[in-house]
């Protein structure tokens, strides 16, 4: 990286707090003695919890430990004058009730959707006054099909089939999202009235199974085998293959060929934006504006939000009953509910007196799979990448392209599984699978006139290295300039350009974000670890076995990515909890 980066960098780090997060939030109101509802942690996920709760009632306190609400839906302004979406950059996953029920829009949320969403380029030699190839997606079906086309006529065909087959199971999926799992143990042990309450809950699975009809095993095979199987069955051009299998694999540990990876596929492609399915977008002021709206909504409806108040542990009565949370300072505030919206492993292994919990329960969240691949690199630059397969104009504005997720070194599904199989063995991948998005060619809010802010998510790198090694600085720049070294292939000149630079390896991921291992989904999305197992098997409905406290956040159904899903669920099981005593 270029000197005035490391030093713009050392700069900052004593002070990511820029004052114009800061006076947004430093006074949302005064503190009481005691609340009907305390969430933990002000991610997107519990300020969603916050918000349905206080709407429907519920008097609700959010305290978060850091400075800046929104817990990895944040934006920070590492370099100066260039707005990061530090941790999490995309969305489309948010649940449509969400954007209405919270009027997110008139909270001033605004969306940049992107069209087209997908840029891969061929890093091959360019023949005569020939670019390279690239393969460039978006909404346009035909000519979807004539970029595929460059690569098989075959798949140019079968295309349209896919994604209709790929839709329609992301539409049996969905009425899953929005409701806690099957209450199995009240159906099978519950009173007679409790057994009739938690038949409502198999409705969302019937409906899934109705719609999925007699083409269910099929769709079955898609959420069981590697996503390799998968598309071949579909496709023959690599290219292609590997484009669509990052989905598969982004933020898992696992490769195109680990069985169940064809369901996190599923989970990036059920997503939408302002009523069209699949689509993906930016928020303006980043990530963490889209924080600020949930929080707003929030505040407006009478919550009350705190930063850096850390949570030291939940208060148990002697009774065996949730009585409200004890704080860093010592000071104690008391309520009849706690939600959690940190990780199962820090709410109920470091928070929550263990006393009050069954051996069996705590060793099950113990040996929860949080494994990460994930490298965050957020880059601040004085100009667009050029690249080879896609030559910038003469004037530099951005480009379709420019707006994309960009697939480096996703030629093949085996790049992508060489790079699985280099962290397996402890090393950072050698040619790591790359994404990168440029929000500011969208949103120029993002950076200074004619600069940008770019978001590399890079995997596979282990949390930890083998050899004894662990993740300094030195590492942490080592692994950066590889993956700067396969842009500079790409796009020459890259390397050139960069003004600054923000790394956050899966132990950086953790300590900043209580992303546990570094897991952007509080722990994989396998499928051992969803539905009736999220987060473990018997409490997969926010309730845990002590009275009065509640997950929602990512670690709970739906999981993970920037959904609320998980919030929301879990503030209409609160609220019907504390109807009923």
């Not at 890093?123 to 978006?138: D, I, K, M, Q, Y």
């Not at 999202?177 to 409502?200: H, I, N, T, Y």
């Not at 199962?344 to 929550?352: A, G, I, S």
Request: net charge neutral; charged share 20%; glycine share 10%.
């Amino acid at each position: 990286m270029a000197a005035r980066g490391q030093g713009l960098i050392r700069a900052m780090s004593a002070s990511l707090c820029p004052a114009w997060r800061q006076a947004h939030w430093e006074a949302r109101g005064r503190l009481k003695p005691e609340y009907d509802a305390v969430v933990i942690g002000a991610g997107h996920n519990g300020l969603v919890a916050a918000a349905y709760l206080q709407i429907l009632g519920v008097s609700t306190a959010v305290f978060e430990k850091r400075h800046v609400i929104g817990g990895a839906a944040v934006t920070e302004e590492i370099v100066p004058g260039y707005k990061f979406s530090r941790a999490s950059y995309l969305l489309s996953l948010l649940r449509p009730q969400i954007y209405s029920d919270l009027e997110l829009k008139k909270h001033g949320l605004r969306l940049h959707p992107r069209n087209p969403y997908s840029f891969t380029p061929m890093l091959e030699e360019a023949t005569g006054s020939r670019v390279p190839r690239s393969l460039l997606l978006g909404t346009d079906l035909a000519e979807n099909q004539k970029q595929i086309a460059q690569f098989s006529r075959k798949d140019a065909e079968a295309f349209p089939k896919y994604e209709a087959f790929m839709n329609h199971l992301a539409l049996a999926i969905d009425p899953l999202l929005d409701a806690a799992p099957v209450d199995v143990e009240a159906f099978w042990r519950g009173s007679l009235l409790q057994r009739l309450k938690s038949l409502s809950t198999l409705t969302p699975l019937l409906q899934a199974g109705c719609t999925l009809g007699d083409q269910l095993p099929q769709y079955f095979q898609v959420l069981t085998a590697p996503i390799t199987k998968v598309l071949d069955q579909w496709f023959e051009s690599e290219p292609l293959k590997a484009t669509l299998a990052t989905d598969a694999v982004i933020g898992a540990m696992t490769s195109p060929h680990t069985p169940g990876s064809g369901y996190v596929l599923l989970h990036h492609v059920m997503g939408g934006l302002e009523g069209v399915q699949g689509t993906w977008g930016y928020v303006q002021g980043g990530m963490g504006a889209l924080s600020d709206a949930i929080a707003s909504s929030a505040t407006a409806h009478g919550a009350s939000i705190f930063t850096e108040k850390t949570v030291a542990k939940v208060k148990v009565s002697s009774g065996g009953r949730v009585q409200g949370v004890v704080l860093q300072d010592g000071s104690e505030v008391r309520s009849r509910v706690v939600l959690s919206n940190a990780s199962p492993q820090v709410t109920f292994l470091k928070l929550t007196p263990q006393e009050w919990l069954p051996k069996e329960f705590v060793e099950r969240i113990s040996q929860l799979d949080t494994k990460s691949p994930v490298t965050k690199i957020n880059v601040a630059i004085d100009r667009l990448p050029d690249f080879l397969a896609a030559p910038n104009t003469p004037g530099g504005r951005p480009l379709p392209h420019h707006q994309c997720s960009i697939h480096l070194n996703c030629e093949n599904t085996h790049l992508l599984h060489q790079a699985f199989e280099d962290a397996m063995g402890g090393q950072p991948s050698h040619r790591p699978m790359i994404e990168l998005c440029i929000p500011s060619s969208l949103d120029p809010t993002l950076a200074p006139p004619g600069c940008h802010v770019m978001s590399l998510f890079t995997q596979y790198t282990p949390y930890t290295l083998a050899g004894g090694k662990v993740w300094d600085e030195q590492e942490k720049n080592a692994y950066a300039d590889k993956v700067f070294d396969c842009i500079e292939a790409y796009a020459p000149g890259f390397k050139g350009s960069v003004v600054g630079r923000d790394i956050l390896t899966p132990p950086d991921l953790e300590r900043i974000f209580g992303l546990p291992g570094g897991n952007i989904f509080h722990g994989a999305m396998t499928l051992d670890q969803l539905y009736f197992a999220r987060p473990v098997p018997r409490h997969s409905g926010y309730r845990c076995p002590l009275p009065g406290l509640y997950l929602c956040g990512s670690g709970a159904h739906p999981g993970g990515g920037v959904m609320g899903a998980a919030g929301r669920n879990a503030a209409r099981v609160v609220f019907g909890d504390l109807k009923s005593t």
